[in-house]
T-cell receptor, first 112, second 112 residues
Framework: DGGITQSPKYLFRKEGQNVTLSCEQNLNHDAMYWYRQDPGQGLRLIYYSQIVNDFQKGDIAEGYSVSREKKESFPLTVTSAQKNPTAFYLC???????????FGDGTRLSIL | GQQLNQSPQSMFIQEGEDVSMNCTSSSIFNTWLWYKQDPGEGPVLLIALYKAGELTSNGRLTAQFGITRKDSFLNISASIPSDVGIYFCAGQGGGSNYKLTFGKGTLLTVNP
């Protein structure tokens, strides 16, 4: 089935550690997005990429990094510089310009 | 980053009742989207609206794109227990990146 796969479902980070969240899509979508969701808040954009080897900062990029080496993959690294990383992270992708974004099932990151 | 004003924040209703929620913005959007999120899952697209004044239905759901392009509402008729979840509105502007701005969500609880 076509879709967006995020892994792992749950992730734990130790203090000072970098962790990488995986996002893979087999929808042949050009654009991919990473959002952070905190309780009682809407989704906030971390980074987005409209094409391979190109990405832009969203509204809350500090403490995060991304890469887009392949069309189907857009991994997010939560670095030790992100002091409050506990959240639900959602990846999304979009096909042609007018089509809406579709989401993966998320990764919940917690601090040990 | 900008957020939409989504209301109400939460609703507690009896099965069979109708529900209405809305979003307003100080900015114009070219597209309005409505998503539903179940606990621990990613948002799922319910309805997409592309034209000011557009009224679109999807089963028991009806949504409208406000004529001023600054607001949208979602109605759910004859609610059922599986309607429980968080409903998000999202506005998509123009330009070249099609970034989404999300409301903070409406938590719907349906009592059987």
């Amino acid at each position: 089935d076509g879709g967006i796969t995020q892994s792992p479902k749950y992730l734990f980070r130790k203090e000072g550690q970098n962790v990488t969240l995986s996002c893979e899509q087999n929808l042949n979508h050009d654009a991919m997005y990473w959002y952070r969701q905190d309780p009682g808040q809407g989704l906030r954009l971390i980074y987005y990429s409209q094409i391979v080897n190109d990405f832009q900062k969203g509204d809350i990029a500090e403490g995060y990094s991304v890469s887009r080496e392949k069309k189907e993959s857009f991994p997010l690294t939560v670095t030790s510089a992100q002091k409050n990383p506990t959240a639900f992270y959602l990846c999304a992708s979009r096909g042609t310009d007018l089509l809406p974004q579709h989401f993966g099932d998320g990764t919940r990151l917690s601090i040990l | 980053g900008q957020q939409l004003n989504q209301s109400p924040q939460s609703m507690f209703i009896q099965e069979g009742e109708d529900v209405s929620m809305n979003c307003t913005s100080s900015s114009i959007f070219n597209t309005w989207l409505w998503y539903k999120q179940d606990p621990g899952e990613g948002p799922v697209l319910l309805i997409a609206l592309y034209k000011a004044g557009e009224l679109t239905s999807n089963g028991r759901l009806t949504a409208q794109f406000g004529i001023t392009r600054k607001d949208s509402f979602l109605n759910i008729s004859a609610s059922i227990p599986s309607d429980v979840g968080i409903y998000f509105c999202a506005g998509q502007g123009g330009g070249s990146n099609y970034k989404l701005t999300f409301g903070k969500g409406t938590l719907l609880t349906v009592n059987p």
